[in-house]
């Protein structure tokens, strides 16, 4: 035991530098701890300070995996890949240029990282409070990515930290702790540690620490657990990253001689994150080396090896956007003053080893892939500025005052560049450098950019100046996404809301197929909705319209990508499934005219006017204006108005059936009495049931008062069996009434109004009407105002079942004698089955191409000669009237010229496309 110490105390000198200090309180371990933990919380307080991450589609897969793992129990990506894409197609093969590159599709179908995954394993405990966090909350996508993104940032800045600790206590073997806390701070503030270890986690973050670690251990003396952890962190760095296998092959090659006889532990140790890597990579991705192996682009890159080497090494080490002796200047003390370096006899050996591994990665680097792509300074040497930092010792230890002065400016600067970085690089000016040189990036392009001056990150990235904050939650949903035609093409139109934090954000980006940007807004308007669910008043609500012609036909997914802030990174808030269809050009041509035809029939104050003949033949008499036929019309019309583009008409014809309440809470069935067409075209009639009850379920008044008064008014005229008759009024009341048979009928149609007005209002009222109306289903006496014209009975069967009341008409009364009637009895027989059911044969869909297809004929000239009949005047009556509408007509044909494309839709083959965003349609907070 007292050799082991004698030993150990030899070991200390040997490795002590000519710095260190006789003061026994600074050369305590227990002082060296205290610094250290200081200077690591310091660390971990700059590295969050900017409250951002830093990464890029590389980090994706390990910020996303530990969760993952903790979740699904599984290495692959396929239970998160639509997360892990972040808006970006999924790969379903090799050479998809548009799809995530960061993900690759093994041999066996599954999607799988195309890094290795030894950081997010190594990590994936300290994900645990935040599985627990969502164990308790809830795992909806947005939470789970705002969780993901926290999580990425404070493991990051932990590991880095980590580093930094370590490192100084290494510096502490050979430095005074005033220059192991000079060197340290330049390590972790003045490198790219800083900027790609601590912000996102890039596998340079654990390869920094582990490189550390393999430096602490092989400077100090070896013993059978100093051997097993050096043995497991050189395996564990080779494992992380392919190329840093040259870095562990330098410690290794030394290690042969630290480790002596116990070289057997360093050795069993190595094997096992071996042998588990090997297992991943054969079983899991399909490839020994693993996803690398998998990439389309491997051969040509290889096969480019070697041929711009020295250029390369020349790019690593100087050029203006990634040399590593302008981002971090005070390295160059290390080459300036090698021989002091080598000097040191103690370590000369390790030195020579690590050193020369460094070398031949720099070379490796040079000669493969010296364009590092749009990430912030050295990236790929960020692994071997430990290395560096640890050989800057014996040469600090060696300047004089003005050495130390230079050195000292150096490693300023080198902070100032790395804080531009941490609080202002967006990558933007790189990134649009990059996109003026066109789709096709070369190497002869990259040769062009990474020598510009004006391409300096820390320069050019200055011009937006501090980038605010970004890890904001964000909350919303896509709430539209559907096709719609509103002349001049078809477009896609998207709308949603977004709030950060409860504020409005930046921006919303929309993709589609995860491929192509086909548009976006930078404007939000209030959603009361959402104002009710989250008690916040920023406007969140947003909608980005785009052609959508040349999109073919088939399934597609449209993708919503939000940003807090000007120059943050986007958020993917989510995705939903649209269908384009193979329309036929004739019926789309025909669509926009029945939308030109409708809106041109409408007037300025928001109505539709009938026509009314004096037989059962379509020889119109003159117009007339009555509330009926809009009210219908609009429930026609509604279903389908967004995606026709009727949305305008449909907000002008509501508002006008609101205001045809009257004080009384009643509708009259020519509307209201000052109406400039009461003079010429209607009569101030008596109100009625059926046209009260339309306006109140179609556009309710806000005035609530008026509701209870027509209710009242309403349950006078109810018969001694349960139905409602057709006038408000006393009989001695009636005027502009050509009374028949009965002068205050329970007409079939009113009765079917009436009951889905009360199922709104009265449900108690409602089921008692459904049951005298059911024991009178049959009453040949109930089809008045339907007797010859069946459209809106048959309409309103369905709703009226949906809503609790399924009734048996008679069939006979469900078909027409009147001549040129039976195609819109077709038409409304299709409409009906897409009411109960969403399938479409081949043989209906045939039929309805060919009905739509034979109405719309030379411009609607069947319908325009035989609109459809709705109603009449009661029979018995002395005057005869049957009305018909146009209009009525064009939103029959578009209703089933919408629902059929819904279909076709819904049948296209690929239909079921991604999972689109969970809450659809909904403002949950």
């Known amino acids: ?63 996303y995996l530990p969760l993952s793992i903790w979740k699904h129990h599984s290495l692959t990506l396929d239970p998160i890949a639509l997360l892990v894409a972040q808006g970006r197609e999924v790969p379903t093969g090799k050479s998809q240029s548009t799809a995530a590159f960061w993900m690759i599709k093994n041999p066996a179908g599954g999607i799988v990282s195309l890094y290795p995954v030894v950081t997010p394993v190594i990590v994936a405990p300290l994900y645990l409070p935040a599985v627990a966090y969502l164990d308790e909350m809830g795992w909806e996508p947005l939470r789970v990515d705002y969780v993901a993104r926290v999580m990425e940032k404070l493991c990051a800045s932990f590991l880095a930290s980590l580093s930094a600790m370590l490192l100084y206590l290494l ?23 800083w900027v790609i270890s601590s912000q996102a986690l890039w596998m340079h973050g654990l390869a920094g620490l582990l490189v550390v670690a393999m430096l602490y251990l092989l400077t100090g003396p070896c013993t059978p657990l100093r051997a097993l952890g050096a043995g497991l962190f050189c395996a564990l760095l080779a494992c992380n990253r392919q190329p840093d296998a040259i870095l562990a092959a330098g410690f290794a090659l030394y290690a042969i001689r630290w480790a002596g006889s116990r070289l057997i532990w360093f050795l069993a140790a190595a094997a096992v994150p071996v042998g588990l890597a090997l297992a991943y990579n054969l079983f899991v991705v399909g490839h020994v080396i693993g996803g690398y192996g998998l990439m389309p682009s491997l051969e040509s890159r290889v096969s480019k090896f070697g041929e711009d080497t020295l250029y390369g090494i020349a790019v690593l080490l100087f050029s203006p956007v990634y040399g590593l002796f302008v981002f971090s200047p005070f390295l160059l003390f290390v080459p300036l003053f090698l021989p002091f370096v080598l000097r040191d006899q103690g370590s000369r050996g390790l030195t020579l080893a690590a050193g020369g591994a460094l070398v031949v990665q720099l070379l490796f680097y040079g000669a493969t892939h010296w364009e590092q792509g749009l990430s912030w300074g050295p990236r790929y040497l960020t692994e071997a500025l430990p290395i560096l930092v640890w050989m800057l010792s014996p040469v600090f230890e060696r300047l004089r005052t003005l050495g130390r002065a230079v050195f000292g400016l150096a490693c300023l600067i ?70 719609r035609d509103e002349g001049g093409g078809r477009h896609l139109v998207v709308a949603g809301w977004a709030l950060m934090d409860g504020h409005t954000p930046s921006d919303v980006t929309l993709m589609v197929d995860g491929q192509v940007v086909v548009g976006g807004t930078d404007v939000f308007f209030e959603r009361p909705d959402v104002v009710r669910a989250l008690g916040t008043r920023d406007p969140g609500g947003w909608q980005v319209k785009f052609p959508a012609d040349d999109l073919a036909p088939g399934a597609h997914v449209v993708t919503a990508l939000v940003r807090d802030r000007s120059g943050g990174q986007q958020r993917l808030l989510g995705e939903r499934r649209f269908i384009v269809t193979q329309s036929d050009s004739r019926l789309v041509k025909a669509a926009r005219s029945a939308v030109s035809l409708l809106v041109e029939h409408q007037s300025h104050a928001g109505y539709w006017l009938t026509e009314f003949s004096k037989e059962t033949r379509f020889v119109p008499q003159r117009q007339e204006l009555n509330i009926f036929i809009n009210a219908a019309l609009i429930d026609v019309v509604e279903p389908i108005a967004r995606q026709a583009g009727l949305t305008g008409a449909m907000v002008r014809a509501r508002k006008f059936l609101t205001n045809q309440i009257e004080e009384n809470g009643l ?136 809503a609790g009341c399924p009734l048996q008409l008679p069939e006979s009364r469900l078909r027409t004698t009147v001549a040129g009637q039976g195609i819109w009895l077709e038409l409304l027989g299709h409409l009906r089955h897409f009411e109960a059911a969403n399938d479409l044969t081949e043989s209906r869909s045939k039929a309805i191409t060919l009905l739509l297809s034979k109405l719309a004929a030379e411009n609607f000239a069947s319908l325009k000669g035989n609109p459809p009949l709705l109603y009449h005047n009661d029979l018995s009556a002395s005057v005869s009237r049957y009305y018909w509408s146009e209009a009525f007509g064009y939103a029959l044909w578009l209703r089933l010229y919408y629902e059929h494309e819904g279909a076709l839709s819904a049948a296209s083959p690929g239909a079921g496309g991604r999972v689109p965003n969970s809450e659809n349609g909904s403002a949950k907070p």
Not at 10 to 22: I, L
Not at 171 to 193: C, F, M, N
Not at 428 to 452: F, H, N
Request: charged share 20%; aromatic share 10%.
């Open 1 to 63: 035991m007292q050799a082991s110490k004698v030993a150990f105390g030899k070991w200390r000198a040997r490795f002590s530098g000519s710095g260190t200090v006789s003061n026994p309180l600074h050369g305590s371990w227990r002082w060296d701890c205290a610094v250290c933990l200081l200077l690591g919380l310091s660390f971990f307080l700059i590295y969050n300070a900017n409250q951002r991450t830093i990464g890029a589609g590389d980090t994706y897969p390990a910020r």
């Open 667 to 802: 509708v009259r069935y020519h509307g209201r009495p000052d109406l400039p067409t009461m003079g010429v075209m209607g009569c101030r009639i008596t109100p009625d049931a059926d046209d009260t009850a339309l306006a109140w379920r179609i556009a309710p008044n806000p005035h609530s008062a008026l509701l209870p008064l027509a209710l009242s008014t309403l349950k006078q005229f109810r018969t001694s069996d349960g139905l409602y008759q057709t006038w408000l009024a006393p009989r001695e009341q009636f005027r502009c009434i050509d009374p028949g048979k009965d002068p205050n009928p329970p007409d079939i149609g009113i009765q079917l109004h009436v009951y889905l007005w009360l199922a709104q209002v009265d449900l108690p009222a409602a089921r008692e009407l459904c049951t005298a109306l059911q024991k009178r289903s049959t009453d040949e006496s109930l089809w008045v105002y339907y007797r010859l014209a069946p459209p809106i009975v048959l309409l309103r069967l369905h709703e009226v079942s949906e």
């Open 414 to 483: 080198a902070v100032v560049i790395q804080g531009v970085g941490a609080f202002c690089y967006t990558g933007k000016a790189l990134g649009s450098a990059v996109a003026a040189k066109g789709p096709l990036i070369t190497r002869d392009t990259w040769k062009q950019l990474v020598w510009d001056i004006g391409n300096t990150p820390f320069l050019a990235e200055l011009k937006h100046g501090l980038i605010a904050p970004d890890f904001g939650e964000l909350k919303g949903n896509i709430d539209v996404a559907e096709m």
């Open 171 to 193: 510096l502490r073997r050979r430095s005074s702790p005033d220059a192991a806390v000079l060197l340290t701070i330049a390590y972790a503030l003045g490198t790219t540690t």
